[in-house]
């Protein structure tokens, strides 16, 4: 089956800096898409930063500027650099890919189990 797994989040004073990954595995054809996005206690999940496998990036107008999002695709691996972080950027950090992982179903999207990041003042 297809997994994706996170890591580099934690515990970071305000403008300090993270950098997230998450690498996809398993029985994967291709991936069109890798994203992040973001949950704090009591909010919506949010969209975060997004990369197309033609290197294509969206970001949210919250984080223009201070997160870069970036992938490997030989590693099926994504990025997000967090820069400038602010203890708003608190939240609970989901990993996202739209996947092939069949040669029959059409793609999909799958999410990691999520990674903590908090920010302190």
């Known amino acids: 089956q297809v997994q994706l797994v996170e890591s580099g989040g934690g515990l970071v004073q305000a403008g300090g800096s993270l950098r997230l990954s998450c690498a996809a595995s398993?029985?994967?054809?291709?991936?069109?898409?890798m994203g992040w996005y973001r949950q704090a206690p009591g909010k919506q999940r949010d969209l975060v930063a997004t990369?197309?496998?033609?290197?294509?990036?969206t970001y949210a107008d919250s984080v223009k500027g201070r997160f870069t999002i970036s992938r490997d695709a030989a590693k099926n691996t994504v990025y997000l650099q967090m820069n400038s972080l602010k203890p708003e950027d608190t939240a609970v950090y989901y990993c996202?890919?739209?996947?092939?992982?069949?040669?029959?179903?059409?793609?999909?999207?799958?999410w990691g189990q999520g990674t903590q990041v908090t920010v302190s003042s």
């Open positions: 996202n890919a739209h996947i092939q992982y069949s040669t029959f179903w059409r793609a999909r999207d799958f």
């Open positions: 398993g029985r994967i054809f291709g991936i069109n898409a």
């Open positions: 990369i197309t496998d033609g290197d294509t990036t």
